[in-house]
T-cell receptor, first 113, second 113 residues
Framework: NAGVTQTPKFQVLKTGQSMTLQCAQD?????MSWYRQDPGMGLRLIHY???????DQGEVPNGYNVSRSTTEDFPLRLLSAAPSQTSVYFC????????????FGQGTRLTVV | SQQGEEDPQALSIQEGENATMNCSYK?????LQWYRQNSGRGLVHLIL?????REKHSGRLRVTLDTSKKSSSLLITASRAADTASYFC?????????????FGTGTRLTIIP
């Protein structure tokens, strides 16, 4: 049972480049989410999804797109990377309806130069 | 803005002492959760306390919740070097139509051997 798998673990982008951060879970969780973590700011919610075909914005959605075509996968797309998007990104999943705990991936450290 | 605010931001204690961290939040919740993050890793769930509970124990962890004050505390007893990590509270308002899990800014705990 792999839990939540994020790829890549590290990435360096040039300003203006695009990329997709991958996230997959094998626990059949309905809820999936993306957070970014910056020093002194804790985890801020970017986008989340409560099921396949359903996505919604979190606290800091600008510059990011998501889709949820399957229960297992929830990719995060950066359309035109900016230095302000340099951060550590975490994907998480959990059961909905019962208010359950979240399971996190190991994170993607992204640097935009 | 973030739902939870942890206090203190950083805490250093001697091994064997008890560590107490506090969390304040803003809106009604279904439950409150505490997570630990070791340096460079993803978050790991520690304990969940529901809104109708006042205290919960798990091993060396004790969590309290005061919904009237919108606050929670995490006590780690008999601290060990391995407890060195950042600790985050997270609020779940899923019974209020909000499935988002919202994190605070965290407390950095250092255990001095």
């Amino acid at each position: 049972n792999a839990g939540v798998t994020q790829t890549p673990k590290f990435q360096v982008l040039k300003t203006g480049q695009s990329m997709t951060l991958q996230c997959a879970q094998d626990m059949n969780h309905e809820y999936m989410s993306w957070y970014r973590q910056d020093p002194g700011m804790g985890l801020r919610l970017i986008h989340y999804s409560v099921g396949a075909g359903i996505t919604d914005q979190g606290e800091v959605p600008n510059g990011y797109n998501v889709s949820r075509s399957t229960t297992e996968d929830f990719p995060l797309r950066l359309l035109s990377a900016a230095p302000s998007q340099t951060s550590v990104y975490f994907c998480a999943s959990r059961n909905t309806g019962t208010g359950g705990s979240a399971f996190f991936g190991q994170g993607t450290r992204l640097t935009v130069v | 803005s973030q739902q939870g605010e942890e206090d203190p931001q950083a805490l250093s204690i001697q091994e064997g002492e008890n560590a107490t961290m506090n969390c304040s939040y803003k809106t009604s919740i279904n439950n409150l959760q505490w997570y630990r993050q070791n340096s460079g890793r993803g978050l790991v769930h520690l304990i969940l306390i529901r809104s109708n509970e006042r205290e919960k124990h798990s091993g060396r962890l004790r969590v309290t919740l005061d919904t009237s004050k919108k606050s929670s505390s995490l006590l780690i007893t008999a601290s060990r070097a391995a407890d060195t990590a950042s600790y985050f509270c997270a609020t779940d308002a899923s019974n209020f139509g909000n499935e988002k899990l919202t994190f605070g800014t965290g407390t950095r705990l250092t255990i001095i051997p």
